[in-house]
């Protein structure tokens, strides 16, 4: 019986700034394979399928149980994480693309950092007011922890920023996880103190001005987070924060 | 990144997309429903909405400088878009392309309808059940009006599903599809009203 073979067609960038061009591999499979061992696979023996020795594919990946987000990647059209991509369930040949959302570092490897601003900009966390013992803070109602945990599992992996029509070098809007951020932190008790900062943050040019509801992110967030519910939430406080604000300051 | 006006400028598009354009449309569209009592009916409501007191200034506050600023800036949101809908064909994504498309098309029949009805009255020619039923006398113009009418409420009923998420009023996922239901039946009804009401002047 001849070998079986995993066929992937592998979008490839040697630079920053160098043209993409596509790569085919062919390489041996192994039962319960996900999308990281077949690029390990790849490393180990780094040959296309033409035959020619050709430079290792690179990624990122840390966690590989899709909590640590690294490893998003556009698979077969969609972006996801490929350490939760098995290869049993996927068609052939498998398409792997980097989220061209994102500025391409190298082959499949992206560069998160708007991100990690987005969440600067808009105060995602809660602030220390002191060096001494504060005390225990404020206890929070258990209905309310419960979905703010949804919230919380939010993992930077870009997949909603990726999907969503409205992020694009064209836009300058921030994404649709860094506004759930933004009520999960304006639910927390101790977080909730600088709320008017985070609302503020969210009505700037980027902010939640630009969501054209499209949904998309909702549909691919891998975490299941209820980002349109978000949105819509901070739709209704930052409307009502800005009335506040025209009114009474 | 910029402090700026964009949310602002979002909200506002938003409000009037919904008042006073699409009440002006649900005034113009019934309005025109006149015609189906025949030709007597539509001519006497015209005369009643010339008879409104300072018409030109109601005209430009309430429909040319609202409609102006939201097909804008409604163009400026519609290209800064990167539709997706081949790899995301979910509905919402769907009626996202098509509230962009339909933006696009209406604004293409509003500046047609506007340059062969009102920029003529403008210059004195009277407007009148004849003007309309002149116009649609060619079936090239009847087919350009029932695209324009199907379009112009589908982005009105579409419009008011998307003004009740940005303004908070719907916010889980529950009353969004409640929405989607009724703007769905909304969407409908203004159609038939639409279409009836030109259908009248097609002799
Ligand atoms: C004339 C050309 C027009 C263009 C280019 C245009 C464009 C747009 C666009 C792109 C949106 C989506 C905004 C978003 O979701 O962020 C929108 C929303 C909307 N438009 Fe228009 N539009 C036009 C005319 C009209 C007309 C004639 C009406 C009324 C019948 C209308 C009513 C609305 C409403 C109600 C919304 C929803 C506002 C919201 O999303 O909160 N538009 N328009
Ligand atoms: S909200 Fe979901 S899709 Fe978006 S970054 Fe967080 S985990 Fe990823
Ligand atoms: S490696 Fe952490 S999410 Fe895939």
């Given at each position: 019986m001849a070998e079986k073979l995993i066929h992937l067609i592998i979008t490839r960038q040697d630079s920053p700034d160098s043209t993409p061009y596509k790569e085919e591999?062919?390489?041996?499979?192994?039962?319960?394979?996900?999308?990281?061992?077949?690029?390990?696979?790849?490393?180990?023996?780094?040959?296309?399928?033409?035959?020619?020795?050709?430079?290792?594919?690179?990624?990122?990946?840390?966690?590989?149980?899709?909590?640590?987000?690294?490893?998003?990647?556009?698979?077969?059209?969609?972006?996801?994480?490929?350490?939760?991509?098995?290869?049993?369930?996927?068609?052939?040949?498998?398409?792997?693309?980097?989220?061209?959302?994102?500025?391409?570092?190298?082959?499949?490897?992206?560069?998160?950092?708007?991100?990690?601003?987005?969440l600067k900009r808009v105060k995602a966390w809660v602030p220390i007011d002191g060096t001494h013992d504060l005390g225990p803070g404020p206890r929070m109602p258990e209905v309310e922890r419960q979905w703010a945990y949804e919230l919380s599992k939010c993992m930077t992996c870009g997949v909603c920023l990726e999907a969503c029509p409205n992020v694009n070098s064209k836009a300058e809007f921030i994404g649709p996880f860094a506004i759930s951020q933004v009520r999960l932190f304006n639910q927390h008790p101790t977080g909730m103190m600088n709320k008017h900062e985070r609302l503020e943050a969210l009505m700037e040019d980027g902010g939640i001005g630009d969501c054209g509801n499209s949904q998309n992110c909702v549909q691919a967030c891998p975490k299941g987070i209820p980002l349109t519910t978000s949105i819509a939430h901070m739709n209704k406080e930052t409307v009502k924060h800005a009335v506040k604000k025209f009114f009474f300051s | 990144m910029a402090k700026g006006h964009s949310f602002l400028s979002h909200k506002l598009h938003s409000l009037l997309g919904l008042f006073p354009i699409g009440l002006f449309l649900l005034f113009h569209l019934t309005a025109n429903y006149q015609a189906t009592h025949g030709a007597e009916a539509f001519n006497q409501t015209v005369g009643l909405i010339e008879k409104v007191p300072l018409l030109l200034i109601v005209e430009f506050v309430f429909i040319y400088i609202p409609i102006l600023f939201h097909a804008i800036y409604g163009l400026y949101i519609a290209f800064q878009a990167k539709q997706n809908v081949g790899n995301f064909s979910y509905f919402r994504n769907q009626m996202f392309l098509w509230q962009r498309l339909t933006g696009v098309i209406t604004l293409i029949f509003i500046v047609w309808h506007v340059w062969s009805t009102r920029i003529p009255k403008a210059m004195g020619v009277t407007v009148n059940f004849d003007m309309m039923a002149d116009i649609l006398s060619s079936p090239a113009m009847i087919v350009f009006y029932t695209i324009g009418i199907i379009s112009t409420v589908f982005h009105f009923s579409n419009g008011i599903w998307s003004f009740l998420v940005h303004w908070g009023i719907t916010v889980g996922p529950r009353s969004q599809r409640i929405a989607t239901y009724f703007t769905m039946v909304v969407f409908v009804v203004v159609t038939f009203i639409g279409l009836r009401a030109m259908s009248a002047f097609i002799l």
């Open positions: 591999f062919r390489i041996p499979y192994r039962p319960g394979m996900n999308v990281i061992s077949a690029l390990m696979e790849i490393q180990r023996n780094p040959v296309n399928a033409q035959g020619q020795k050709t430079a290792p594919v690179n990624w990122e990946s840390n966690c590989l149980e899709e909590v640590c987000g690294a490893c998003s990647m556009v698979i077969n059209g969609r972006p996801r994480q490929a350490c939760s991509a098995l290869v049993d369930k996927l068609e052939q040949p498998i398409r792997l693309e980097p989220m061209s959302t994102f500025p391409v570092q190298r082959d499949l490897s992206i560069d998160r950092s708007r991100m990690f601003d987005a | -």
